[in-house]
Every structure is written in structure tokens, then in C-alpha cells.
């Protein structure tokens, strides 16, 4: 009797644990990610998606507001000194996972580790950010951290000088490569585990880290009842799921799997004509602009033939734009034909997207098979031979429309330039990026999304040496302007800025550094249950801090 007692409580134990994960999983909100997290490190994070996990468990000086705004954060304020050089962030209460306090010191820490390591955003710190010391730093002239012009007055004082005024500075505080890390928890740790796990990984946001392993599916976050924010935060907690095909999100979202999901292509117009889908459908803007980008170098591309201007300009001219839009990603996105993608950096002065005239290149860049012939002649002329054959690289885990894309791009090509082959090679978004930054590749299906609401943020990536000029592209004209924006002559004089970017987008399509595409946008599929998702189209594409299911 004892025993059967006993077997009675166990199963009834059971059963209520199962009920328990039950309920609590019903609380969270299921999302679905384009691409595995490769990275919980600021450091080493590239992509959209590390990106927004890591903000859904940090925050920075700053946050965004749901109109996109800088709003406080961490800092609870900030001073500014009359030459604009120095920005004094008063930080509030607030504390990491494992109870000790977020001070300005673990921004100090944070930063000039970004600045030694030089990862691939340290760039952030010194051509966007202006920050004194940062340049010298990142380029190894300079091995004394703290040189670096971030200093803590004190626990809760952040001291950041700057080399030039930046107008922009608050809003590159809420991206993840100026968030803190506590210095003492990372010295902790074994060498390159950071931000592996949950038990190398501290938050201080809205949401603690549940369940990670780098590169899986598997990642679930929880409600931090400690944020210093923690009334604001309703949800549960987040479960992400990796979902490679718009095939696959659809039938999650039907069978109740997951709450937010991407659709393209056949997936959307199939929700549009579906009367319940149909609500539930809402398309944003997603700020990412897919281009091409060619190998210029002489290892590459049949010896560098690609380093010919006429002939990826014949390329650009060969693409249907609208083609690509309309019959193959099928989400609202936008056929773009400028370097800074449409609808997401307005003039203070005007108001005046930067982008509105998307047919102000038109004599270097459109949907031209005539043109691009012509194009084509003069470059074999140029180079001396009839025949091309080059391989164009994509990814084959960042939605399924890209590897439509290519194809139709392919045909496009081929059919405009004959004597011209492309062969299409798939691989994961990480290869590609790898075989980009070594320049082992001939063309390349790539996309940028915007870190700030500033064109320099892709401008910026044709600088010379940059590490995201793919291209390898050197123009000194171009270097010049920019350096007039960034440190030089245009800092504070914002119409002649606005102006002389212009001219440096200009040169970029004139001499066809990148073939661009289109503009993103995001068809998602969203449980009527949940309201109060934040979307973006610059940083932080998601944000969850006011969402309810």
C-alpha cells in the first residue's frame, strides 16, 4: 500500500511538472530566426539575429523607443559639453544576472576589449563613433588601453571623449557592440567560452539566457525578474526556433509551433488570399539592402577580370530589379537602384529621404539589356576576350527566396550577355562571409542592414581596407569625402554633409562597386494573441520589452 501510495504521488508529480511546462511554455513567445546564433559575444556577433538575442538580455546607455528614438537605458541621463567632444552617461541601478551591480566600469571594460580584439564592428568605435584613442587602438599603433577615450568617473559616471562632434553618438548606444560586459565574470572564464552558454553568459536586460549551444536551433530565454525595468516586461520568456524554408514557417505558425514568423515568396501571396491569414499578416520595413558585390582583385575572377568596370556595369544593367521583387522574394520589398537602400535616413534639415529618387543614377545603374550590351562590347574589347565564367556565391540558410534569387539573377545575366556564365555555389551564410573576407570568391549575393539612421553606415563600408569593403575597391576621391563627413570639413555643416555623401554614393554606382538589389522588407505572420512587438528597420530589427501574448 505504501509503495502504491508512493507510485501515486510520483506520477502525480509528474503530471503536474508536465503541466507546469506546459503553462509555461504557453507563456513564452515562439519566434522564428533565419539563421543559427553563432555568437553571444559583441565581439564577434555580425548578424541581425545574434544581434537581437544579445539586446534581448543587455541593455546599453540607450534603448529605442517603438518610433526608433534613443531614449535612456542604462543611463538614466546624459550631459553633453558645449563643444560637443564629451558625453558624461549617469547610470542607474541596475545589476547583472548574478547579482553585482552594472557599473561604468564594465563599459570600460567592454570597450577597449572591442577596440584590442578589432573585430569586425570595432570600426564602430572609431569611424562611426569618433572615439578619441579608438583608431590607434584597432590599427595596433597603440597597445595602451587606456588611451582610449572611455573612462568611468566613478561607479556610476561614463566619461566618453570623442575626436569630432557626432550628431548621431546617443543612438549608436543601443547597438550591441557599445553594450557592457562585467569584467569579472569575463576573467573568469576559460579563454573563448564567453557568451558560449548560459553559464558563461550574464544579462542585465529584460531577459535572462534559458537554453544556448552556438549554432543551433536550440535558444530559449526567460523573463529576468531583477531587470531594472522588470514591470515594463509581460512576456514569459522567448523561445526562437531556426527555420530555413517559408515553406516550414508557414506550417509553424498554422500549427500553433511558433507566434512570429517571416514569410516570402508563394508563402505570402498564399496568406494574403487566406481570409484568417490574411489578418494576421503585417509587412515591415526591414532596412537590409541585398546587393552584389565583386572580387576586384587579380586572384579572383579569371584574374581579375571583374576589376573592369564596363563589365559589372554590363552585370548591374542585365538584372530585372522588378523581376526579383515581384516574382521571386514576393514581400513588399523594394527594387533598389541607389548604394543607400530608400526609406530609412531622412534630412534634419528636409525631411527628405535620402534615397526618394531611385531613378537618380539612372545613367550608370538600371534594368537595361540594350545598356548592358553595350557595356558588355566595350569591356571584352577592353580585356581581350569573348568569354566570362565566374562563380556567384549565396547562402543557403538565409531564407529560401535567395536561391531563387540567384537562379533568376543567372538567367538574367546570361540571357543579356552571351559569352558570359555564371555558376551558382550555395553554402552557409558563415562560409560565405568567410570566403568574402579572405577574397576567395568572384561574385557575391550579400546583404547589409543599417546599424544606425545615417547613409554612412553603408557608405562607410567602401572606405579603403574597411573590413566590409568585400570588394577591396580603393578611390581616394572617395576616401576624401568621406573623411569630410566623418572628422573633416562637413562635421558640422549638415547640408554640405548630406551633399558630399551624394557625391561619394555617386562615385560607388559610377564606377559599379556593388550591384544593388533590393530593399527588405519582412511579410510576418503574427498570432492575434501577441501585440506590442517593436519592429525596426535600423539596429535592432525586434524588440520585445512592451509585447504581450
Known amino acids: 500500500m505504501k509503495k502504491l501510495t508512493a507510485l501515486l504521488l510520483s506520477v502525480m508529480m509528474l503530471l503536474a511538472c ?24 559583441t565581439n564577434l556577433a555580425t548578424d541581425g ?53 552594472v557599473t561604468a566600469g564594465d563599459f570600460v571594460f567592454a570597450w577597449r576589449r572591442i577596440a584590442q580584439l ?3 564592428y570595432a570600426y564602430m568605435l ?13 590599427s595596433g599603433q597603440e597597445s595602451d588601453l587606456t588611451t582610449l577615450g572611455v573612462n568611468a568617473a566613478d ?35 576559460a579563454d573563448g567560452t564567453y557568451g558560449t552558454s548560459p553559464e558563461t553568459f550574464l544579462s542585465c536586460g529584460a531577459f535572462l539566457l534559458e537554453r544556448y549551444t552556438p549554432g543551433t536551433a536550440d535558444l530559449s530565454l526567460k523573463k529576468n525578474p531583477d531587470y531594472w525595468d522588470a514591470d515594463r516586461v509581460k512576456l514569459a520568456g522567448l523561445k526562437y526556433q531556426v527555420v530555413g524554408s517559408s515553406d516550414n514557417a508557414l506550417t509553424a505558425f498554422r500549427n500553433g509551433t511558433l507566434d512570429v514568423v517571416m514569410v516570402s515568396g508563394n508563402q505570402v501571396d498564399a496568406a494574403k488570399k487566406d481570409a484568417e491569414l490574411s489578418k494576421n499578416l503585417k509587412v515591415t520595413g526591414a532596412g537590409y539592402m541585398w546587393y552584389l558585390t565583386f572580387s576586384q582583385t587579380e586572384k579572383n575572377a579569371q584574374g581579375g577580370m571583374l576589376a573592369n568596370k564596363n563589365l559589372r556595369l554590363a552585370i548591374s544593367n542585365a538584372i530585372d530589379r522588378d523581376n526579383l521583387v515581384d516574382n521571386y522574394v514576393m514581400d513588399g520589398s523594394l527594387a533598389t537602384y541607389t548604394a543607400v537602400p530608400p526609406q530609412f535616413a531622412a534630412s534634419a534639415t528636409t525631411g527628405e529621404d535620402f534615397s526618394a529618387d531611385q531613378n537618380a543614377f539612372a545613367d550608370y545603374i538600371g534594368y537595361d539589356p540594350d545598356k548592358a550590351a553595350e557595356y558588355f562590347e566595350t569591356a571584352k574589347s577592353e580585356l581581350g576576350t569573348d568569354t566570362f565564367t565566374f562563380t556567384m556565391i549565396y547562402g543557403n540558410n538565409e531564407g529560401d527566396e535567395v536561391q531563387k534569387v540567384a537562379q533568376a539573377i543567372k538567367e ?21 562571409l568567410d570566403k568574402m573576407q579572405e577574397d576567395n570568391y568572384d561574385v557575391a549575393l550579400t546583404r547589409w542592414g543599417p546599424d544606425y539612421a545615417d547613409p554612412m553606415t553603408y557608405l562607410g563600408m567602401w572606405v579603403t581596407n574597411n573590413s ?32 558630399a555623401m551624394f557625391k561619394a554614393e555617386t562615385l560607388v554606382l559610377q564606377e ?20 506590442g512587438i517593436d519592429f525596426h528597420p535600423v539596429a535592432l530589427n525586434r524588440v520585445y520589452k512592451d509585447t504581450t501574448k
Open 18 to 41: 508536465a503541466f507546469s511546462a506546459s503553462a509555461e511554455s504557453a507563456d513564452y513567445l515562439g519566434v522564428m530566426l533565419g539563421t543559427n546564433v553563432m555568437s553571444l559575444d
Open 49 to 101: 539575429d545574434s544581434f537581437e538575442v544579445i539586446a534581448d538580455c543587455i541593455d546599453g546607455l540607450m534603448q529605442m523607443d517603438a518610433e526608433g528614438a534613443a531614449v535612456p537605458a542604462l543611463a538614466e541621463s546624459y550631459d553633453l559639453s558645449d563643444d560637443g567632444l564629451t558625453y558624461t552617461f549617469h547610470l542607474r541601478d541596475a545589476k547583472w544576472s548574478n547579482g553585482t551591480p
Open 118 to 120: 578589432a573585430g569586425e
Open 126 to 138: 572609431d569611424e562611426i563613433g569618433n572615439i578619441k584613442g579608438a583608431a590607434e587602438i584597432i
Open 155 to 189: 561607479d556610476k559616471t561614463l566619461v566618453v571623449e570623442l575626436n569630432v562632434p557626432v550628431s548621431f553618438f546617443p543612438s549608436l548606444m543601443y547597438f550591441p557592440t557599445f553594450y557592457p560586459i562585467n569584467e569579472a565574470f569575463y576573467n573568469s572564464l
Open 412 to 432: 538574367d545575366v546570361e540571357a543579356a550577355l552571351p559569352g558570359l556564365t555564371i555558376n551558382l555555389q550555395s553554402m552557409t551564410k558563415a562560409e560565405r
Open 468 to 499: 566590409n569593403n568585400y570588394g577591396f575597391w580603393s578611390n581616394a576621391e572617395y576616401d576624401q569625402l568621406i573623411a569630410d563627413c566623418t572628422t573633416g570639413a562637413y562635421i558640422t555643416d549638415y547640408d554640405a554633409r548630406w551633399e
Open 512 to 531: 559599379a562597386v556593388i550591384a544593388p538589389l533590393y530593399t527588405k522588407a519582412q511579410a510576418n505572420l503574427i498570432n492575434p494573441s501577441v501585440q
